[in-house]
């Protein structure tokens, strides 16, 4: 019954307890809730205020094991009903009736999921701004990456641009200075010879002094038919003497006499059909047999051209020692007909000519101070390793017109010609291009010729090569060994006229100027072809070729734009005006005449943004299919003349 009692007043402190405090619980269970824990009752009750506030758990009454009552309780259910002594009922159908319930906790869960999903939503929409402002920041950074790269860009191509407009000022300033340099050698050069022909000449005229009674005498005794006839004898009448003169007036007169005869002798012992004109002599076309004995001193120049000399006897020029121009071409002289001796006494000849004549070889005993020499259209078949001996001031030499091949010239024939610049081995029957030429070469013609291929090591020793002729040739593009002439730094002219090319040949040399192609097959001109070369090509010869509409690429007078100066496309078979000429900033000269062009447009000739750069100076339109009145007005703004462009006559028909 006592254990009864403290269970019923246990029980009435757990409600009345539980609800003074039920305000504070609620608090801390809603908080919790917010924090997504969950707080299950087990059996127990949690009250706030224990021993330095932690939580004192109480056991619910249901916990305890009792025996069961022996009489039956009205379950009460309202605390109020309770009093004193009255026993309290343990009635388990009644659902947790000790513990206290919260029923604010499900709106506040409610509140709770609405607060996380507000939540949720700004902090999406904040994740969205944030990744918008990322991506607009990248943007920017790119924009201004892009923009950065482009300046540099320009930049790069302005100070490309100004590098190279340098590189073209200097290369045209040390031309310049090269031509002077070259000019006055050859000022001093002919100075030199000059002094050197005047001192002879003195040295001549001092030896010949005390000579000179002695040759007249023996010209009066030999009887010389070019030797003026002596005057007729005197009158019958003889007139008185006169006084006898002085004796200074004797020598005087003896002087005048004696200067009066010898340009008698001068004027008068030439042979017919020849004259004289201060130191030069010519016989030209006289019909002379053989070389006249003349006996001049003060003789240059000697013009025996045109005659039927066949021999140069030992001795034929002593009476003209001072000789500095022989001219013996279109005669009738063989090798064999040449003393050995005969040039032996020409200290000062420099140029002679011996074209058109019967040699079989190279003429022996040639003064070493030949600075030209001429033996075009002879029958020399051969050239041996001594033919050039001791000619070591040779600048010229001219072999055209012989029977010259690459098997019958000896490698090493050229050794001695250490000043050779200039060589003409045209109309030949060389192959290829002979072996062994000097270094010192700077001009090479081959015109002419049977050549098939410029093998790679053609030109290895002439370094100095400047020009390049090889027209009427056999030479297909093919045939050119890439490294035949590209790196050959003073290389500027070649000319493969009417050859066997049917497009322009790739790996030309990087220092090439002026290139002549005419009379090719030529149908295409490949993209960036004269791109490598600097400063840049000059002038291109592309006449009479077959170019068509599909011939001429975008690219494919790259490289060209700031250097090209004059340009034939003359008649081909073009339908329009190739891409790119309106690029070339420094064109004079352009020809377009002959072909099959049907438009001009605004732009395909002269640049619209740059009509005040007249640089055309002269225009060739005739013979397309252009219509003169569907012409822009502008089309011709590059030109500084319109009476410098040939429109007429065009194959239009209305």
């Avoid at 997504?36 to 305890?64: D, L, Q, W």
């Avoid at 003889?238 to 006084?243: A, M, S």
């Avoid at 012989?402 to 250490?418: D, H, Q, T, Y």
């Avoid at 097959?521 to 960036?528: A, L």
Wanted: proline fraction near 7%; charged fraction near 25%; glycine fraction near 6%.
């Amino acid at each position: 019954m006592r254990l009864r009692l403290l269970l019923a007043v246990s029980f009435f402190c757990c409600l009345s307890y539980g609800n003074t405090k039920d305000q504070s619980v609620g608090r801390p269970l809603a908080q919790g809730r917010r924090k997504g824990r969950r707080t299950e009752h087990r059996g127990r009750v949690p009250i706030n205020g224990g021993y330095n506030g932690a939580s004192v758990f109480i056991e619910s009454y249901k916990a305890i094991q009792e025996p069961k009552p022996n009489y039956n309780v009205i379950p009460v259910h309202d605390v109020s009903e309770i009093s004193g002594d009255s026993p309290v009922p343990d009635d388990p159908s009644v659902p947790d009736a000790g513990i206290p319930h919260l029923p604010a906790q499900t709106g506040e869960r409610r509140q709770t999921g609405k607060y996380k999903n507000a939540e949720r939503k700004r902090r999406k929409k904040q994740n969205k701004e944030k990744e918008r402002q990322r991506k607009q920041l990248e943007e920017q950074e790119r924009y201004k990456d892009k923009e950065l790269r482009r300046l540099q860009e320009e930049a790069e191509e302005r100070a490309a641009a100004e590098e190279k407009r340098k590189r073209t000022e200097e290369h045209w300033r040390a031309e310049e200075e090269r031509l002077q340099r070259l000019e006055i050698e050859q000022r001093e050069m002919l100075k030199a010879l000059e002094e050197a022909a005047a001192k002879a000449q003195q040295r001549l005229r001092a030896v010949d002094h005390d000579e000179e009674e002695e040759r007249e005498q023996v010209v009066w005794l030999r009887g010389d038919v070019f030797q003026m006839q002596p005057q007729a004898s005197a009158p019958a009448d003889i007139p008185p003497l006169p006084t006898p003169p002085g004796p200074s007036q004797a020598t005087e007169e003896e002087e005048e006499e004696e200067e009066g005869r010898e340009s008698e002798r001068i004027s008068y012992t030439l042979p017919q059909g020849c004259t004289i004109s201060d130191v030069i002599v010519s016989c030209e076309n006289a019909k002379l047999t053989s070389i006249p004995p003349l006996s001049i001193p003060e003789l240059k120049s000697l013009n025996l051209k045109g005659n039927a000399i066949t021999t140069i006897p030992a001795g034929a020029f002593n009476g003209i020692l001072n000789l500095e121009w022989v001219d013996l071409g279109k005669n009738k002289i063989s090798s064999s007909g040449i003393d050995p001796q005969a040039f032996k006494n020409l200290k000062f000849l420099t140029r002679m000519y011996m074209d058109g004549n019967l040699l079989e070889e190279i003429p022996q005993g040639i003064p070493g101070t030949l600075l030209e020499l001429k033996i075009n259209e002879n029958n020399i078949h051969e050239i041996e390793e001594n033919s050039f001996e001791g000619l070591n001031s040779l600048v010229t030499l001219e072999m055209e017109g012989n029977l010259l091949s690459e098997g019958n010239v000896n490698p090493k024939a050229f050794i001695p010609l250490n000043q050779l610049t200039y060589l003409r081995l045209g109309r030949n029957h060389f192959r290829m291009i002979p072996q062994g030429l000097p270094p010192s070469l700077q001009e090479l013609h081959l015109e002419n010729n049977l050549i098939e291929e410029i093998s790679e090591g053609a030109l290895n020793q002439s370094t100095n090569i400047n020009v390049i002729v090889l027209r009427h040739n056999k030479i297909d593009e093919s045939r050119i060994a890439p490294l035949a002439w590209l790196n050959h730094r003073t290389l500027e002219s070649i000319d493969l006229s009417y050859n066997k090319l049917h497009l322009v040949p790739s790996f030309l040399p990087k220092s090439l100027v002026h290139l002549v192609l005419v009379g090719n097959q030529i149908e295409r001109i490949p993209g960036y072809v004269f791109a490598h070369m600097e400063p840049g090509l000059e002038y291109l010869y592309l006449s009479y070729n077959k170019l068509d509409g599909d011939g001429v690429e975008p690219e494919s007078f790259f490289g060209t734009f700031l250097t090209m100066t004059e340009l034939c496309l003359d008649h081909n078979q073009l339908t329009s005006v190739p891409t790119g000429i309106n690029e070339m900033t420094s064109l004079h000269f352009l020809r377009l005449n002959n072909n099959n062009i049907r438009h001009i447009g605004e732009d395909n000739i002269c640049d619209p943004l740059n009509d005040e750069d007249l640089h055309l100076v002269a225009l060739r339109l005739e013979n397309n299919l252009i219509d003169p009145q569907k012409i822009p007005p502008t089309a011709f703004s590059c030109v500084r003349s319109y009476s410098s462009i040939i429109l007429k006559p065009q194959r239009f028909k209305k």
